[in-house]
C-alpha cells in the first residue's frame, strides 16, 4: 500500500500540478482545498499512513497559516506552499518544525518537491550521528533533522563515535563540531576517512564564524562538506540533503557498476572480484554454472523480450538461493553461483533450485512459457577458482548431454 501524501491546497490549478508529483513520486495524493475539509477527512486516517502534508499557508478557512500548524500538532512532517515570498512568513514558518518552504511562482519548486518527497521516504531508513559536546547545539541540530525523517544520533564524546558507526551500520552521514570537549573534530575526520571511504559515510564539517580556515581544515581533512554557524534551518537541510544525495547517486552508480543491468545479479567482473574473500572465509566451497536449457528455442518462439523474462525469472530463483553465497550471470544464458558447505547439502539445494525453475511458469504479455536448466558442480580445492569454474563446466556438459534438467556434480 503507498504511503498517502494530504495536499491542502485551494487553487485549482496548483493542486492539480500537485496531484500529479505526488501520484508520479510514487505517493497517493489525498486531495483537500480547506483546513475544514481536511479535517473531515483527515479524522477518519492514521497519522503513520501519511509521509506529510503539502499545505497551502493561506487558505480560505486559515488565512494566517493555522493549518500548518494544525497538522504539524497532528505529527504529520508539512511542506508548506505559500503565495508569497515574504521573508517575515518564511522566517515564521522556519521557527516551526516544517520540513521546507515554497513560494508557488517559482517553476522549479514541482521538480524539487517531487524529489524532496522521495527523500523523506528513503530518510526514514537513513541514520544520522551528530557529535557536539554543547547541548543546546546538539539538540538544535538533531530537531532540524527530525524534520527530514532522519533516524538522529547523538553524542557529546569523540570515543563513542566509532562504537556508535558499528552498532548503527546504516548510519551514512556525519555532523561534527570542529571542537568537541577540547579535542578535535577535524582530527576524528582524518580518523575516520582510514576506516570509511566518502561513498560510504558522508562527513559535514561545522566551523565556526570567523573560524581562521577550520572550514578548508575539514575539507583537506577528508570531509565531503561544511556549513558556517550560525546557520540558518533551510541551509543545514540544504547541506544535508545535497550530501544524502550524493551517497544515493554513488550508490547507483556503484551498483551499476556492479551489477547485470537486466537480471540485477552481479556481473562476471564483480562476481571474480568478491570471490577471493569469499574463499578465504569459507574453506569447504563449491561453485555451480547454471545454464537455461534450450533458450534459443524461447527467444525463436516468443522472442528476444520473452527471453528477457526469463531470465529474470530465472535470475530471481537464484538470488532467494543464494543469500549465504555469491550468484552473478556469467553472460547469455549462464550464471554462475559459489556456495559452502557439505557437497552433499550443497547438491541437495541446487536440486531444488532446478525444481523450484522447472515449477516456475512464466507469463508474458498475452502467453505463459516454462523453462528448465541444467547444473555442473565442482568442488573447489586450494583456492583454484577458475579450475573448479572449468570442472564444472565438463558437469555442465555431461547434464546437457544425459537429457538436460538435473544437477551433475563431483
Avoid at 477518519?44 to 497538522?71: F, K, N, S, W
Avoid at 538544535?140 to 558507526?165: E, P
Avoid at 581562521?212 to 577528508?222: E, P, Q, T
Avoid at 541437495?348 to 558442480?377: A, H, K, P, W
Wanted: aromatic share 8%; with cysteine.
Amino acid at each position: 500500500m503507498r504511503l498517502k501524501v494530504l495536499v491542502i491546497e485551494d487553487n485549482q490549478q496548483v493542486g492539480e500540478i500537485l496531484r500529479q508529483v505526488v501520484d508520479t513520486a510514487g505517493f497517493e495524493p489525498v486531495m483537500t482545498t480547506s483546513l475544514t475539509q481536511a479535517r473531515y477527512l483527515f479524522a477518519e486516517d492514521q497519522p503513520e499512513t501519511y509521509l506529510c502534508a503539502i499545505v497551502d499557508y493561506a487558505l480560505p478557512d486559515a488565512r494566517h497559516g493555522e493549518a500548518v500548524r494544525e497538522m504539524l500538532d497532528a505529527y504529520i512532517p508539512v511542506i508548506v506552499m505559500a503565495d508569497t515570498d515574504e521573508p517575515s512568513v518564511r522566517n515564521a514558518m522556519f521557527k516551526i518544525p516544517v520540513v521546507d518552504y515554497f513560494a508557488k511562482g517559482n517553476a522549479q519548486v514541482y521538480d524539487y518537491i517531487s524529489r524532496l518527497l522521495t527523500r523523506l521516504d528513503k530518510n526514514r531508513a537513513v541514520g544520522v550521528l551528530v557529535v557536539e559536546a554543547i547541548e543546546r547545539k546538539r539538540r538544535n541540530i538533531q530537531q532540524i533533522l527530525q524534520r527530514y525523517n532522519f533516524d538522529v544520533f547523538a553524542v557529546n564524546d569523540l570515543k563513542k563515535v566509532n562504537r556508535m558507526l558499528s552498532q548503527y551500520p546504516h548510519i551514512r552521514l556525519l555532523i561534527v563540531a570542529d571542537e568537541i570537549a577540547g579535542q578535535s573534530g577535524i582530527l576524528l575526520v582524518e580518523q575516520l576517512r582510514q576506516q570509511y571511504s566518502k561513498d560510504r559515510l558522508a562527513i559535514l564539517g561545522v566551523a565556526p564564524d570567523k573560524s581562521n580556515g577550520v572550514s578548508a581544515s575539514f575539507i583537506k581533512g577528508g570531509a565531503n562538506d561544511y556549513i558556517i554557524e550560525p546557520f540558518s534551518v533551510e541551509e543545514m537541510l540544504c547541506r544535508v540533503q545535497l550530501n544524502v544525495d550524493y551517497l544515493d547517486v554513488i550508490g547507483a552508480l556503484s551498483e551499476a557498476a556492479h551489477s547485470d543491468w537486466l537480471t540485477g545479479l552481479s556481473n562476471r567482473r564483480h562476481f571474480f572480484a568478491q570471490a577471493p574473500d569469499f574463499l578465504r572465509r569459507f574453506k569447504s566451497s563449491q561453485v555451480a554454472l547454471l545454464d537455461i536449457d534450450h533458450f534459443k528455442m524461447v527467444n525463436d518462439t516468443y522472442g528476444h523480450d520473452a527471453g528477457d523474462a526469463a531470465l529474470k525469472a530465472v535470475a530471481g530463483i537464484i538470488k532467494q538461493n543464494s543469500a549465504d553465497g555469491l550468484a552473478a550471470r556469467m553472460g547469455g544464458e549462464e550464471f554462475v553461483l559459489l556456495l559452502h558447505g557439505e557437497p552433499e547439502v550443497i547438491r541437495q539445494r541446487l536440486d531444488g533450485l532446478r525444481q523450484q525453475v522447472e515449477s516456475l511458469t512464466i507469463r508474458y504479455r498475452q502467453q505463459t512459457l516454462q523453462c528448465t536448466i541444467s547444473i555442473g558442480v565442482a568442488q573447489i580445492r586450494s583456492f583454484e577458482l577458475d579450475a573448479a569454474i572449468a570442472s564444472a563446466d565438463k558437469r555442465l556438459y555431461c547434464a546437457k548431454q544425459q537429457g538436460r534438467n538435473r544437477v551433475i556434480s563431483d
